[in-house]
């Protein structure tokens, strides 16, 4: 099916091990956004990237980098693991700045 | 700044029941838009509808049915004669149209139906 796709689905890692989330979408997005979703939270923001070439800080972004590989690539790296960055990750892409968000499948990080 | 409530943490109703779900929102902003997004307990997000602000009218789709009142800042969801399938995490979320399109999610209402 078109839309984003997050690879992988699950990952378990250790303390200050370091990882990067992939995420792509086909719809020729102009916008794209990594989330994080917590129990009793709702999901914020990590990073987003308005267009191709441009990243920018949301509401959450310590430990995280992220990369906007090309137009439909967009991924997140977290350098050194820590406890409390155990989530459920989402990648989201949009038309434009004014348009619905389509969400990956996401995926889901246990750190030991 | 933005923030969207959902003050109904759980709900369950019977099958064949109508039910609605609140969503509270608060901006400072004269132009935004609002979301509702479902998330089934395979865990995706899935989008259901996008209202803006200058846009009051009601809409229906099928069973589901939104009511956006700005004098209450309320974007309700209703659905009619629920399903089974409509188990579901529901999320509610505020967005301004101008920088980032950033989503500001409520916590979201777990709904269950029961059979």
């Known amino acids: 099916n078109a839309g984003v796709t997050q690879t992988p689905k699950f990952q378990v890692l250790k303390t200050g091990q370091s990882m990067t989330l992939q995420c792509a979408q086909d719809?020729?997005?102009?916008?794209m956004y990594w989330y994080r979703q917590d129990p009793g939270m709702g999901l914020r923001l990590i990073y987003y990237s308005a267009s191709e070439g441009t990243t920018d800080k949301g509401e959450v972004p310590n430990g995280y980098n992220v990369s906007r590989l090309n137009k439909r690539e967009f991924s997140l790296r977290l350098e050194s693991a820590a406890p409390s960055q155990t989530s459920v990750y989402f990648c989201?892409?949009?038309?434009?700045?004014?348009?619905?968000?389509?969400f990956g499948d996401g995926t889901r990080l246990s750190i030991l | 700044a933005q923030k969207v409530t959902q003050a109904q943490t759980e709900i369950s109703v019977v099958e064949k029941e109508d039910v609605t779900l609140d969503c509270v929102y608060e901006?400072?902003?004269?132009?935004?838009?609002l979301f509702w997004y479902k998330q089934p307990p395979s865990g995706e997000l899935v989008f259901l509808i996008r209202r803006n602000s200058f846009d009051e009218q009601n809409e229906i789709s099928g069973r589901y049915s939104w009511n956006f009142q700005k004098s209450t800042s309320s974007f309700n969801f209703t659905i009619t004669a629920s399903q089974v399938v409509d188990s579901a995490v529901y999320f509610c979320?505020?967005?301004?149209?101008?920088?980032?399109?950033?989503?500001?999610f409520g916590t979201g209402t777990r709904l269950t139906v029961i059979p």
């Open positions: 901006t400072r902003d004269t132009t935004y838009y």
């Open positions: 719809m020729n997005h102009n916008s």
């Open positions: 989201a892409s949009s038309r434009d700045s004014s348009g619905p968000q389509h």
């Open positions: 979320a505020l967005s301004e149209p101008t920088g980032a399109n950033n989503l500001f």
